[in-house]
């Protein structure tokens, strides 16, 4: 398979007519709020994926340098033809094969983990491009959240750790939960500071939608997910170098 070619099939789940781009706007809008609360403006930073966009643009309008890594020239045409003013640099690479002299203060693989092959071998790959005192913030899905609970117990997901149309749609590979984030964190060299929830999702998409929340209501449901993070949406992990 052309690696290139496979990423590119993707990008359609991208756009504004995906079906569950209400959580997506959600949880990446509101993960890089939590890294730029928890970092100085002065930081280098190191993206893995482009993706919908959303952190590259805020990342580049806070911080001192944003470089954004990305496998699939599609979704980055995508980008630079919509956002032709973002002063990230984008390099176009696959994870495993990136190489760069330079260290960064903060590395950021959010929602990058449940769609590559071996998240061990990228995370092993990119302790080498911390600074001393670097950190890493790592965000994925969680298989084990409040919606997949709920939806369990209905009788609606017979496996909550199964994937679905929407992760399908999205091309990843796996669920987490907070329990095999960290125990894979911790096997590829790193001690995990903290873990946090994004987006305490009560109900299933189309529900939400269909009570017209409100910008008050769905920020304080990402606020709420910070320290339910067994409960929310997703996980945002802390961690620096073992």
């Not at 899905?141 to 929407?166: C, E, F, I, V, Y």
Request: net charge negative; glycine share 8%; aromatic share 10%.
């Amino acid at each position: 398979m052309d690696t290139s070619n496979h990423l590119d099939s993707y990008i359609s789940a991208y756009g504004d007519g995906f079906a569950f781009s209400f959580d997506n706007d959600l949880m990446l809008n509101w993960y890089p709020t939590r890294i730029i609360e928890k970092t100085p403006a002065s930081a280098r930073v190191l993206e893995l994926g482009v993706g919908h966009g959303f952190t590259t643009l805020r990342f580049a309008n806070h911080f001192a340098r944003t470089v954004v890594v990305d496998g699939s020239a599609a979704v980055i045409e995508k980008f630079r033809r919509e956002n032709p003013e973002c002063t990230a640099e984008i390099i176009e690479s696959y994870f495993e094969t990136f190489e760069t002299e330079e260290r960064f203060d903060v590395i950021v693989m959010g929602f990058v983990l449940e769609h590559v092959q071996d998240p061990e071998v990228v995370l092993r790959h990119f302790k080498k491009f911390l600074a001393p005192g670097g950190r890493c913030f790592i965000a994925v899905p969680n298989g084990q959240s409040m919606h997949r609970q709920l939806g369990h117990l209905a009788g609606l997901l017979d496996d909550m750790m199964s994937l679905g149309k929407g992760d399908l749609e999205l091309g990843h590979l796996r669920q987490y939960s907070k329990a095999s984030l960290v125990e894979q964190l911790h096997a590829s060299g790193y001690l995990t500071s903290s873990v946090e929830g994004i987006f305490l999702k009560p109900f299933t998409t189309n529900q939400l939608k269909q009570l017209d929340l409100s910008p008050a209501i769905t920020t304080a449901l990402c606020r709420l997910g910070v320290d339910y993070p067994e409960l929310s949406c997703g996980l945002l992990a802390e961690a620096e170098l073992n």
